[in-house]
């Protein structure tokens, strides 16, 4: 008896819709090293100058030397209160057609900014 072969029926995979980022930490870093933001946001600039600067107590040149990373909970809250021309450029950037970022408000309590 000859062996015929099954169809198999393949359903297509969902996916997450196209075009919508959520600024985490890790897009944060990500921005901290693109030129084109650095050269968009003078802010993140700013930031990653500020974190390249040795912190320690200055008595020895190596263990308690310790490069210090930028505040990225801030700089989230920044790019959440930027002015909407900024908030188009950066959307343009990402390649996004919406774009939610988490952070935590100055004063207290955390907040949710989808544009």
């Given at each position: 008896m000859p062996q015929t072969r099954r169809k198999v029926i393949r359903r297509p995979q969902q996916k997450v819709p196209v075009?919508?980022?959520e600024?985490?930490?890790?897009?944060?870093r990500m921005m901290l090293h693109d030129p084109r933001f650095l050269s968009s946001f003078p802010f993140l600039q700013q930031a990653k100058k500020?974190?390249?600067?040795?912190k320690g107590c200055g008595c020895s040149s190596g263990?308690?030397?310790k490069m210090?990373?930028?505040n990225l909970a801030v700089l989230r809250r920044k790019l959440a209160?930027?002015?909407a021309a900024k908030k188009l450029k950066l959307k343009k950037l990402l390649g996004a057609k919406r774009i939610t970022i988490r952070y935590l408000k100055?004063?207290?309590g955390a907040a949710v900014k989808r544009f």
């Open positions: 075009g919508e980022v600024i985490s930490d890790n897009t944060v500020k974190a390249m600067t040795r263990a308690r030397m210090t990373g930028p209160n930027m002015p100055s004063v207290g």
